[in-house]
Antibody, heavy 116, light 110 residues
């Protein structure tokens, strides 16, 4: 079955960078865009952007332009999210999600990033 | 900015509830790529509707969706205790250039 398995939680100091991985299985990795979504404690969902594993094209939300980089490794079917210049309000659970051309049909379990 | 949803709704078992999701002509009003997600505490979101009205395979037909103008709606009929969760609407807009979520609605089954 389709699985997206994310890396473990991270604790970072303000100003540092974090890189979260999302290893996929159960489908052809390059045929679906991967999106990243985060959720601050007790808050709603916030979209960070997407990456196409097939083309390498990315589209980042304006809020994160200049601070975020999304990449993929097609040899391991893994997507990565790097966020730089961490601030306390970046503390959140970060999710990867498979994009079935306009909706997110499978999600990773989430990775808690704590900035403190 | 985020789509507008009521912060909370409630209903008794067996009843129906509707959650609204209001955007603008730039997102909800112009997008056919509207989706809804259910999130239980401590879990990742789960897709329950896509393209506004379609259910993923295996999902209960108690969940239905509609849209009028710039407002999308999720209706859950025959409420069950397991439906108690947060619900989020989502619009994919501007030719896949951006995604916006609603602020989320907490459903309480009384």
């Amino acid at each position: 079955q389709i699985q997206l398995v994310q890396s473990g939680g991270e604790v970072k100091k303000p100003g540092a960078s974090v890189k979260v991985s999302c290893e996929t299985s159960g489908y052809t990795f390059i045929t679906y865009t991967i999106n990243w979504v985060r959720q601050a404690p007790g808050q709603g969902l916030e979209w960070l952007g997407w990456i196409s594993p097939y083309t390498g094209n990315t589209n980042y939300a304006q809020t994160f332009q200049g601070r975020v980089t999304m990449t993929t490794d097609t040899s391991t079917n893994t997507a990565y999210l790097e966020l730089r210049g961490l601030r306390s309000d970046d503390t959140a659970i970060y999710y990867c999600a498979r994009d079935s051309i306009g909706w997110f049909d499978s999600w990773g379990q989430g990775t808690l990033v704590t900035v403190s | 900015s985020a789509l507008t949803q009521p912060a909370s709704v409630s209903g008794s078992p067996g009843q129906s509830i509707t959650i609204s999701c209001t955007g603008t002509s730039s997102d909800v009003g112009s997008s056919t790529l509207l989706s809804w997600y259910q999130q239980h505490p401590g879990s990742a979101p789960k897709l329950i509707l896509y393209e506004g009205t379609k259910r993923p395979s295996g999902l209960s037909n108690r969940f239905s969706g509609s849209k009028s103008g710039s407002t999308a709606s999720l209706t859950i009929s025959g409420l069950q205790a397991e439906d108690e969760a947060h619900y989020y609407c989502c619009a994919y807009a501007d030719g896949f250039n951006f995604v916006v979520f609603g602020g989320g609605t907490k459903l309480t089954v009384l």
